[in-house]
């Protein structure tokens, strides 16, 4: 049976290490394949460092398929042996809000596509709740629509787990 682990944190927390050391665990009792779905895009030369710096120490047992609106056709052709780690749910938010190109792309159609997925599930995001209001009316809404999307993930999951600092707090 599959399960979904819900791993939220601020930038640079140690969200997305912890969140791969899960799945190169859970691999080891499943032994399916191990996804990577990395939504991430390089934007400005610092976001293309910092996806080059995921890269390299990201581990080599991971297939890594890029798709920043989270369209990728293996949440619905995995097994469920399969272990699916998606970094970072709210990386996929911020495209979809902001892109052009993701703009027909709706957050109820990924919500749909996680929970209806065989696979196991290891999805990461940034905790928004614990910084102050943003001035600008699209960051206003990308905290709100990615609230409710981790609060919608958090129901349905089995795990949620906070990760601070490099140390984590299971929340469920």
Known sequence: MSETYLILGGSNSGKSRFAEKSALSLQKNTHGKLYYIATGLAYD?????????HKRKRNQK???IDSPDLTADILKSSKPQ???????ISMSVSNILTLSQFRDRRIDDIKYDLKKCKSTLIIVGQETSLGILPANELSRKFLKVSGKLNQDIGSFANSVTLVIAGHSIKIK
């Open 62 to 64: 991971f297939e890594t």
């Open 82 to 88: 399969d272990i699916i780690l998606i970094d970072c």
């Open 45 to 53: 030369l610092e976001m293309q460092e910092k996806i080059n710096e």
